[in-house]
């Protein structure tokens, strides 16, 4: 059995690495000629070209895994039924089952990576490729970003920065926090020329206070001892600088744990925006999972074209990606119009393709 698995892994490694690296030289070579004059001309370190490609690559990681494990599939079970081999081992006694087993593995190993790289380098990694390209491979050691406004709802806090260093977001300069009311009145404004955040911990330089009244007048100040302050802690505040620089990131860049971050800090959004941003994460959760999919679909078609001809293998191939593609924009497109739920627009076409490829597969028995 050991050998026979062996033997299914390694007719089905080959197909998939060739057609994997195959689909991500094409990308890397169109995106080449787009910016082979920018490269040359600011002349990157080659680390540097090497992470721009991984970025680039990284947000259409999913599909291209997807693409080269439907093709790897279908090739290896039409070679295995082309030389009869299914046929004998299934004379022996061995599932279809088993014979999936190596495939469906790799199937599975590939999607927790996607998952993985999805989670913790993808959203990083292809906002570094989109910043450098803008900045025509020019190196850079800061990204400033100017009057971020952020709106503490648990806290009612409002902040508005005047700089914020996306490299260094631990320290803010000429920040403006006004604290409100339960009834949404100002009480006090704290103005500083620069804010600190260490060890968890905010800290004011150089805090001025102007304090009001309930009917939004200035008065005179609830504690006066605090002027003399030159710098204050303010443990109470639950803000952290992620969530300043989330604000100015684009949604497509955020992790899934920046992203419920964020949702858990805006409950003001609409039901619409709030619709359509868990439309998203659902998407991210389940775009890894493509690839299995797609195997469990390919595994019976596979065995079908064996007994066929290669071009009918190609061209159903070709119907399966476009279909579910086609399936997974459709469910993008009523999740966010709120025709359907959005974890339904999300998981519904994976969950579909699956009842139907293990359908078909448990047919093949």
């Given at each position: 059995m050991r050998i026979i698995r062996h033997h299914i892994l390694k007719s089905f490694l080959q197909p998939l690495v060739y057609c994997l690296v195959t689909f991500i030289a094409l990308y890397i070579i169109a995106e080449l000629v787009d910016v082979f004059s920018d490269i040359t001309t600011a002349k990157p370190s080659p680390f540097t070209i090497i992470r721009y490609f991984a970025g680039f690559i990284a947000p259409y990681f999913d599909w291209l895994m997807a693409a080269a494990l439907l093709l790897a599939s279908l090739y290896t079970?039409?070679?295995?039924?082309?030389?009869?081999?299914?046929?004998?081992?299934?004379a022996s006694g061995i599932s279809i089952f088993t014979i999936a087993g190596p495939m469906t593995t790799i199937a599975i190993l590939c999607s927790v990576i996607g998952m993985l790289s999805a989670e913790f380098f993808s959203p990083a990694a292809a906002e570094f490729s989109k910043q450098l390209k803008k900045r025509q491979f020019l190196s850079a050691t800061s990204d400033i970003r100017e009057n971020v406004n952020y709106y503490s709802v648990a806290g009612r806090r409002i902040w508005r920065i005047n700089k914020i260093d996306l490299y260094r977001p631990d320290t803010?300069?000429?920040?403006?926090?006004?604290?409100?009311?339960?009834?949404?009145?100002?009480?006090?404004?704290?103005?500083?020329?620069r804010v600190e955040y260490l060890d968890g911990t905010w800290w004011l330089h150089y805090p001025q206070y102007t304090w009001y009244d309930e009917m939004g007048i200035p008065c005179q100040p609830a504690a006066p001892e605090l002027k003399s302050l030159t710098m204050r802690v303010m443990p109470n505040f639950t803000e952290t600088p992620y969530d300043f620089v989330n604000e100015t990131r684009d949604w497509t860049f955020l992790p899934i744990r920046a992203r419920l971050r964020y949702l858990q800090t805006h409950p003001d959004l609409s039901q619409s925006e709030r619709n359509e941003e868990w439309y998203d994460i659902h998407n991210r959760l389940a775009s890894p999972w493509t690839g299995l999919v797609i195997t469990l679909f390919a595994i019976p078609m596979g065995i079908a074209t064996g007994r066929q001809s290669v071009a009918k293998g190609i061209i159903a191939a070709l119907a399966l990606f476009f279909t579910f593609f086609a399936t997974v924009n459709g469910g993008m497109i009523l999740a966010k119009r709120e025709l359907i739920p959005a974890v339904v627009g999300a998981w519904g076409p994976h969950f579909i393709f699956l009842v139907t490829g293990l359908t078909l597969l448990w047919r093949q028995r």
């Open positions: 079970m039409w070679q295995l039924c082309r030389h009869s081999e299914v046929i004998a081992m299934r803010l300069l000429g920040v403006q926090i006004t604290c409100e009311r339960p009834n949404g009145s100002r009480e006090v404004v704290i103005s500083c020329k």
